[in-house]
């Protein structure tokens, strides 16, 4: 099984949501330390209460959670610790990194820019960035922009930087900057994964060049056209591309990495890593909103959203998730109690997001955990399936 992070050779990341409705419950009080906490209005949390609680006891230090139903209605959970050496409570409301849910973010602005006529998603990366993608088999003029949205173009993505691979690695390199001409330069150094079209590979290379792509084709950064065409429009104020930032804003849980069997939870909190295959910092309900509005018609129309949900199927070792496709920056999977879950989801050492929303945009799910456990294959898969066992409870549950 692959692990689903920004680290060296590992995927991650998708996407999160929108709504153009009034939240109707308040978010829940702080857990108390090591405990669960759901929205005191709430009349059946016990269920909820129980699946995050399940997540802290798979050795995830805090947990957040929020469930919208079809009828607008909002239920909220938090458990565990916000940090460690104090044993302060999760904030129910707090800031974390989404990873890989940024391509989400950068696909929504590719889609509308295809609406607008501005590019189209078949043309090549050569055509948009002569000679930037190019050298020891790589072939800019082969590579559509649709196949760096659906990691079908080969590009090599294990030189992207390692931050993760140990705690000595972390304390190393967390602050060192690398600009997206860096992140790709270095991609073109190795022979590509595959031919372009022939295979599926996480590439988070890839998505710096669509970052690269969107500012050629507007003459602004990706993140600015981010913030103009999904954050402002929805509200989104809690949503912040960090920059060369190390920090998050309060409040925040800490951030945790086990590296190793054996060894302690390391505290990777603070990290540089903003470029467009992850980087922003957000909050549950900024993500709840922008999944809601990613399908429900706010901000894709019809044949945009077909565009979106056309997906490709991945190989075995390349998801803890059976059955799972990726479309345009999101993956998919088929619910237990029938349907599919559309994922915008992603990893950034420390934390892991989990979105699920359903097709129509009525029902969703976002989950943050602040840590990653990176010690055995074991481990990382009894945190994920604690993680899907939640979404599927909260989307089944509520109709599914």
């Excluded at 802290?56 to 209605?73: E, L, P």
């Amino acid at each position: 099984m692959k692990d689903m992070t920004r680290t060296k050779g590992r995927a991650g990341r998708a996407v999160a949501c929108g709504i153009a409705v009034a939240v109707l419950a308040t978010l829940a009080g702080p857990a108390a330390a090591g405990g669960a906490a759901t929205d005191p209005r709430e009349g059946d949390g016990d269920r909820l209460r129980q699946d995050v609680a399940a997540i802290t006891a798979a050795g995830v230090t805090g947990v957040q959670a929020r469930v919208t139903g079809a009828d607008g209605r909002v239920r909220t959970a938090t458990a565990g610790v916000a940090d460690l050496r104090t044993g302060r409570p999760v904030p129910p409301n707090g800031y974390f990194r989404i990873g890989s849910t940024n391509k989400t973010l950068v696909a929504t602005v590719l889609l509308q820019l295809a609406r607008e006529g501005a590019l189209s998603l078949d043309d090549t990366v050569a055509e948009w960035l002569p000679g930037v993608v190019e050298g020891n088999g790589h072939d800019g003029s082969r590579i559509t922009l649709r196949a760096l949205l659906q990691h079908t173009g080969g590009v090599y993505d294990g030189n992207y930087p390692s931050r993760g691979g140990s705690a000595a690695d972390y304390y190393a390199n967390r602050y060192d900057v690398h600009t997206p001409q860096d992140i790709v330069a270095a991609a073109m150094r190795h022979a590509p994964d595959f031919p372009p079209g022939e295979g599926w590979s996480y590439s988070n290379t890839g998505y710096a060049v669509l970052g690269m792509v969107i500012e050629q084709v507007t003459g602004r950064a990706w993140h600015e056209e981010v913030n103009d065409r999904i954050l402002t429009p929805l509200g989104m104020r809690h949503t912040i591309w960090p920059g060369l930032s190390p920090t998050l804003p309060h409040p925040h849980a800490h951030g945790y990495t086990r590296f190793a069997p054996g060894e302690d939870l390391v505290d990777t909190t603070e990290l540089i890593d903003a470029d467009a295959s992850g980087g922003y910092l957000s909050t549950t309900a900024d993500l709840d909103r922008f999944a809601r509005a990613l399908f429900d018609g706010t901000l894709l129309d019809e044949a945009e959203r077909a565009e979106l949900t056309r997906t490709v199927a991945l190989g075995e070792d390349d998801t803890p998730w059976p059955g799972a496709r990726y479309g345009l920056g999101v993956f998919s999977r088929p619910l237990p109690c029938g349907g599919t879950v559309w994922i915008p989801s992603g990893d950034q050492i420390g934390y892991k997001t989990r979105i699920g929303v359903t097709a129509d945009g009525l029902r969703s799910v976002v989950v943050s955990m602040s840590t990653q456990l990176q010690d055995s294959a074991d481990s990382a898969l009894r945190q994920e399936s604690a993680a899907t066992e939640l979404i599927d409870n909260a989307l089944c549950e509520d109709g599914g």
